[in-house]
């Protein structure tokens, strides 16, 4: 037999009598405006580490479990001895609304024979909201229903909380450099060269090229991320012994420089594009992470080698917040080959090759590792590494104009494809307009 309902008010406080908890954010609509997060706090108010703010990207600390973007699991019992508070708060930032287009917001708390319930008021402008706390109080705990709102953001909570937040960078620095349209190349010569270039972060010049021309029709040119996997073991020429664990989801964002429409490719079904139609890209399949066959984690598109625009290839879930950065993943790398097919249809063993390694650990959850270029069938890839806006689940992109734009208001947004199924919103569209 369930427990009966009991409505509380905002600022109340309750004592809690059971061990375990759910916390829900429901609502009425839009569906799923708001996600739900946690913060475990020691007396002093602040975490002890980035690793105790609990949300999709780290979903689990000790006693507390991310079930769903609305659903947080609470284990009283299991948190330890120096937290102690667990504020639940919800956001709409990535879905680019505020609180006050939220209807029907609810908080349920429920114990296996206790359960409380309040509706947050007066909700405007904020994109963050604080809506309960559980505290120890003496040798128990108590609900405190909160209730209060965050215009400041995710960035302005999570800090007033202990949370390492990046400084935000000029936008001029995040500026994508490339030729402009219908610039001629300085070398109309064909160059014949084999390319064997390697990209690292302390590289002075991060661009690197391949010419096309000199390929016939048979070549093959093909795009990818491969990585070995967190714990990855190597021997004492870098070759990769043993691989880890941990699977990163990969996009390409493809820029029509005509018209200025965009596609994102990806291992998603439904989204992996078509060599026979724009962007010419497509996608192998998802990894689902290294080690199958005895092999990194690779997720490659196939690219028909002509001027089909920019593309962007883009990391999501880049930083675990707390549980390690995109370059723990087991030295993750872009691989850019273009050559004669070999036995399995890629490019063989004496393919131009361009290797760009990444070597960052910023707090983001995107992360662009390659930029790629085709004019005048010279293929350019600049391997500067790029971060979006901290805790921004929206994907950079290219504006008309071939800028790279740090957090686009009407671009794909990333979201958990557990809870979701696909891993963004929107999958197509028109690229912004320069700012």
């Not at 309040?118 to 609900?143: I, K, N």
């Not at 199958?292 to 490659?300: C, K, R, S, V």
């Not at 890629?346 to 070597?359: E, K, M, N, S």
Request: glycine share 12%; charged share 25%; hydrophobic share 35%.
């Amino acid at each position: 037999m369930s427990a009966t309902v009991v409505e509380v008010a905002k600022g109340s406080k309750t004592d809690l009598t059971d061990d375990r908890y759910t916390v829900r954010l429901d609502l009425d609509s839009p569906a799923g405006a708001v996600d739900v997060s946690a913060v475990l706090v020691t007396a002093d108010g602040t975490v002890r580490s980035d690793a105790d703010f609990v949300f999709f990207n780290n979903p689990a600390a000790a006693g507390v479990r991310l079930e769903s973007d609305a659903v947080v699991a609470v284990d009283l019992s299991a948190l330890p001895e120096e937290i102690h508070r667990v504020v639940i708060a919800g956001s709409t930032e990535a879905q680019g609304i505020r609180f006050g287009e939220v209807a029907g917001l609810r908080v349920s708390v429920n114990g296996s024979g206790q359960a409380l319930s309040f509706a947050p008021t007066d909700l405007d402008s904020e994109t963050v909201l604080q809506a309960v706390a559980l505290y120890r109080r003496g040798s128990g705990w108590r609900l405190d229903a909160i209730g209060q709102g965050y215009s400041a953001g995710l960035a302005a909570f999570a800090t007033e909380h202990g949370i390492t937040v990046d400084e935000e960078e000029p936008e001029i620095a995040a500026t994508v450099v490339a030729p402009q349209a219908g610039a001629p190349q300085q070398n109309s010569a064909i160059d014949l060269r084999k390319v064997d270039v390697v990209l690292t972060k302390d590289s002075p010049d991060k661009r690197a090229t391949i010419d096309l021309r000199k390929g016939d029709p048979g070549y093959v040119l093909t795009v990818g991320l491969e990585w070995d996997g967190r714990g990855a073991t190597y021997d004492g020429t870098g070759t990769a012994t043993t691989f880890g664990t941990g699977d990163l989801d990969v996009y390409f964002f493809c820029r029509n420089e005509l018209t200025g429409d965009y596609v994102v490719v990806s291992g998603e079904k439904g989204h992996q594009g078509d060599l026979n139609t724009w962007p010419y890209i497509h996608h192998q399949g998802d990894s689902r992470g290294p080690g199958a066959g005895g092999l990194p984690a690779t997720e490659q598109v196939v690219v028909r080698p002509t001027e089909n625009g920019d593309l962007l290839l883009n990391v999501y879930q880049s930083v675990d917040n707390g549980a390690g950065a995109i370059d723990t993943f087991g030295r993750p790398r872009v691989r850019v080959r273009y050559g004669r097919p070999g036995p399995d249809g890629a490019p063989g063993p004496d393919a131009d090759q361009i290797t760009v390694l990444i070597g960052n650990g910023k707090n983001s959850f995107w992360a662009t590792v390659a930029h790629i270029d085709v004019r005048d069938g010279i293929l350019t890839v600049d391997g500067t590494i790029r971060y979006s806006r901290a805790f921004s689940e929206r994907m950079p992109v290219l504006d008309t104009e071939g800028t790279w734009v740090r957090s686009a208001k009407n671009g794909p947004v990333g979201r958990s494809k557990g809870a979701n199924g696909l891993g963004l919103t929107r999958y197509e569209g028109q690229c912004p307009a320069p700012r």
